[in-house]
């Protein structure tokens, strides 16, 4: 097998970001953040995975300041004085220990959330629907796609501010920006919907450029994307490469420096039809396609994936062989490792030290405790 410091211990840097090595904590909904306020607890989780090795901490998703924005009572604020001050103790804990950390901004639009939670304001999306022919909420007007534009620069603004090393935006999973990109939730007949894939990323487009704009030319975006949707694990914006290179080109000239492109699974690859059963996953064609930097994500060290978790599955630590061949291909960039952090603070050290035998085996009660 490659070594493992060769492959994942080896520095990055793009704009005014420098990492230690290759591994990223993927962003994790942790629905612990009374009344949207991050607290000690929240800091010392986070600066637990820094202490751990982790090269990049992505926070789990935060929303911006929009009516409705979040789908959980207890998903954190990215703005108003409490919360921002919270995250300011975030980052300087996490700094502290040595390790590199984003927020991930987002706004959940018409996608509902586990508990059945309904937020005091109206649920706003493309086209009032949280699936193909299945409506939910408003249907945004073009004041209320400017305000959220403005609210996602402004979140990004105060993530600079407060010190933290990038930011990501959350465009995947059936939220709202995705919700643009989807044609199943994306019937408008304006300038923000259309029958391309291109078309449709006009909003997606808009937020990085106001991203961009607020952070200036080297702070680092992360943009995340998915295929697989909440409401549609078998759904897909993108059909071929030229239809990918549609969507995700416009999104990479807006601003957008890194693409963190969530799989179910990191080892299947995206077009087999192309090249094969070995051939480039999602993160690999994205590279491939527009020259920027990629994460790929997906079940990274554990037996199963996300949506087995969810169902109430455990999993066991598996072999990295692959994920080490991919990355000393360089196929990818940076690889983000969820559950397998949640299960284990010290997965990175363990790694590194090549203590796997020590590894921690993944189990849904971790959903329930910052730990």
């Known amino acids: 097998m490659p070594s493992l410091s060769a492959a994942l211990f080896r520095p990055f840097k793009i704009g005014s970001l420098e990492l230690k090595n290759r591994i990223v904590m993927a962003p994790m909904t942790r629905n612990m953040a009374s009344n949207g306020v991050p607290g000690d607890l929240n800091a010392a989780y986070y600066r637990r995975r820094a202490e751990g090795g982790v090269g990049l901490i992505i926070s789990e998703g935060t929303v ?118 989807w044609a199943g939730t994306n019937t408008r007949t304006d300038r923000f919907g259309g029958a391309t894939i291109r078309e449709r990323s006009r909003f997606a487009a ?69 090249d094969g059963a070995g051939g480039l996953n999602f993160a690999g064609w994205a590279k491939k396609l527009t020259g920027a930097a990629t994460i790929s994500v997906g079940s990274v060290g554990l037996s ?25 291909r360089e196929e990818f960039d940076l690889i983000a490792v969820g559950r397998a952090l949640l299960a284990d603070p010290e997965w990175v050290a363990k790694i590194r030290g090549d203590n796997t035998d020590s590894l921690k085996g993944f189990h849904p009660s971790a959903f329930a405790e910052l730990k």
């Open 64 to 181: 911006v300041d929009r009516p409705a924005s979040r789908n959980d009572p207890n998903i954190p604020f990215f703005y108003g004085d409490a919360a921002l001050s919270g995250w300011k103790s975030v980052i300087d804990e996490v700094q502290a220990a040595g390790g590199r950390m984003a927020p991930q901004i987002w706004h959940a639009g018409a996608l509902e959330g586990l508990t059945g939670w309904e937020p005091d304001a109206h649920v706003e999306s493309p086209s009032a629907l949280i699936a193909p022919n299945v409506p939910r909420g408003d249907v945004m007007n073009e004041e209320a796609i400017a305000d959220t534009v403005a609210a996602f620069a402004s979140a990004a603004a105060d993530a600079k501010r407060l010190g933290f090393d990038t930011v990501e935006v959350h465009g995947a999973h059936g939220y709202l920006i995705d919700q643009f990109l």
């Open 206 to 274: 808009d937020v990085v450029a106001a991203v961009r704009a607020a952070v200036g030319p080297h702070f680092p975006i992360i943009l995340r994307l998915s295929q697989w949707k909440m409401q549609d694990y078998t759904a897909r914006l993108a059909q071929n490469p030229s239809e990918m290179a549609d969507w995700l080109q416009p999104l990479v000239d807006a601003g957008a420096n890194v693409l963190h492109c969530s799989q179910r699974r990191y080892w299947e690859p995206e077009f087999p039809e192309i």
């Open 304 to 328: 199963n994936d996300t949506s087995s978790a969810f169902a109430g599955e455990g999993a066991n630590s598996v072999g990295l062989e692959q994920l080490i061949d991919r990355m000393e």
